[in-house]
Nanobody, 116 residues
Framework: QVHLQESGGGLVQAGGSLRLSCAAS????????MGWFRQAPGKQRELVAS???????VYADSVKGRFIISRDNAKNTGYLQMNSLKPEDTAVYYC??????????WGQGTQVTVSS
């Protein structure tokens, strides 16, 4: 079993920055993809960014140039640096870890609120 714990969410003014962390524990597969998703009220959950075990990244168009995803495999921790935040970035942010066989694990989520 894999447990994911997000942290770092909060309230920030537009233009500000936040750094989210996702600490993974348990029976972690060495080959995995870590992703950050978000879900705003009344909207579907969407992919924000993902990173493979060798550091290959993918970003949603809406966050390109503003958000940076990274990971520290030695610490089993992933990060999402969010800069130039906008009110439309307000959402619950979830960390997900996917195994290569398709099985995925979700964290509980952390609230990010950007005020205008």
């Amino acid at each position: 079993q894999v447990h994911l714990q997000e942290s770092g969410g909060g309230l920030v003014q537009a233009g500000g920055s936040l750094r989210l962390s996702c600490a993974a524990s348990g029976s972690l597969p060495s080959l995995n993809v870590m992703g950050w998703f978000r879900q705003a009220p009344g909207k579907q959950r969407e992919l924000v960014a993902s990173i493979t075990w060798v550091g290959r990244t993918v970003y949603a168009d809406s966050v390109k140039g503003r958000f940076i995803i990274s990971r520290d495999n030695a610490k089993n921790t992933g990060y999402l640096q969010m800069n130039s935040l906008k009110p439309e970035d307000t959402a619950v942010y979830y960390c997900k870890l996917d195994r290569l066989d398709g099985l995925g694990y979700w964290g509980q989520g952390t609230q990010v609120t950007v005020s205008s």
